[in-house]
């Protein structure tokens, strides 16, 4: 494999559009990207959508791509009508039935499969424990870390089981900050002892039950370092994620155009730090002159050995290990009955029933 394509591996890029934009075209047919995330700004109908990921994945026949979207339910829900419109996770951990999660992640599972979508970034593992946080809130299933990993872990066994990529996220966790990372870099100052019962307790029980994913969150975790954000820093990436919780799975960057990065860094410098500390993915959501930047500069820190073609290979490794055990799966799928499953009667009276429970 070529450098350049090695390096495209490594991220996944967004865009404008209800088809694929020349942009999005000249990512994946020239530097061999390695994924692409949509957001509701790319679908309009299961129809197009369908046919939208189908295209995309032609134009990359030497490898699949990761075909993201955040589909979590309630406000943050990227499909529109005819697609069931799950419940938030707050509403569901309100019911407290790991059966009834367990369906709600079976069902988004299906309905995303149906229309090409092999990646969801979900779920939100961060413990919803300060009442001014702008940007979790009821995202999260709840304030307590042992009800939120009993929720995600059932929620990951949903869509392990439905071969649909899951990754928790906001690692080391979100839950308690009373700033949002789209604007600005917030700040959790808890002591280690505190993280780790807390924070920490979701993640440590996801990555211990085959969590493929985790998402990294521009936040300063001060406890490990007082200087950077956690997605760009070693003693949070390196240290804790992969040698103290011994994590070997695929590690994705929030946004890199977020403020909380964007404030402090360029893009591109952001992008190079995340995977020198041992990021594998690195997601740059809007504007195609940042992925670009972010591509060469990548290829310039390996070409230069600022990272070593040794690291690059472990994320191509990982990534490529994570789209052949999924997507070559997904072949297995039966189409049609997925099809039949976008706003069946069934998910709708699963929602109307979650609905009815979490706010009894």
């Not at 699963?350 to 609905?355: D, G, K």
Request: charged fraction near 25%.
């Amino acid at each position: 494999m070529k450098l350049s394509h090695k390096v495209g591996q490594l991220l996944m890029a967004g865009f404008e559009g209800t088809r694929p934009s020349k942009e999005i075209k000249q990512l994946i047919k020239e530097h061999h990207i390695g994924g692409v995330i949509l957001f509701s700004r790319n679908i309009e109908s299961p129809k197009q959508c369908a046919k939208l990921t189908e295209s995309l994945q032609k134009l990359s026949p030497d490898a699949p791509l990761l075909i993201a979207v955040d589909q979590e339910g309630g406000r943050i829900s990227r499909m529109p009508k005819p697609f069931t419109q799950f419940p938030s996770a707050r509403t569901v951990g309100q019911c407290n039935s790991v059966p009834l999660t367990y369906r709600i992640g079976e069902a988004i599972s299906k309905e995303l499969l149906a229309v090409g979508i092999n990646m969801n970034f979900s779920p939100v593992l961060d413990v919803d424990t300060n009442p001014k946080n702008p940007i979790i809130g009821d995202r999260a299933y709840g304030k307590d870390p042992t009800l939120v990993s009993k929720h995600g872990l059932s929620m990951i066994a949903a869509m392990l089981d439905n071969k649909m990529i899951p990754c928790g996220k906001h690692f080391p966790g979100h839950g308690d900050t009373e700033l949002d990372s789209h604007e600005t870099l917030p700040e959790v100052q808890h002591a280690i002892i505190r993280l780790a019962d807390l924070e920490l307790r979701p993640f440590i029980h996801a990555i211990e039950n085959r969590l493929p994913c985790v998402m990294t969150a521009h936040l300063c975790c001060t406890a490990f370092d007082d200087k950077l954000p956690a997605s760009l820093s070693k003693n949070v990436v390196t240290d804790l994620l992969r040698k103290t919780l011994k994590y070997n799975g695929v590690i994705v960057t929030d946004d890199l155009e977020m403020k909380g990065i964007t404030n402090s860094f360029s893009v591109a410098d952001a992008a190079v730090r995340a995977v020198e500390v041992g990021s594998d993915l690195v997601l740059v959501c809007h504007s195609p002159d940042q992925q670009k930047a972010t591509l060469a500069a990548l290829t310039a820190a390996i070409e230069s050995g600022k990272i070593s073609e040794e690291r690059l290979n472990k994320s191509l490794d990982r990534l490529l290990s994570l789209k052949e055990y999924f997507l070559l799966q997904q072949n297995d799928h039966d189409i049609e009955a997925l099809r039949e499953s976008i706003g069946s009667e069934e998910h709708l009276e699963l929602v109307e029933t979650v609905n009815k429970k979490g706010k009894a």
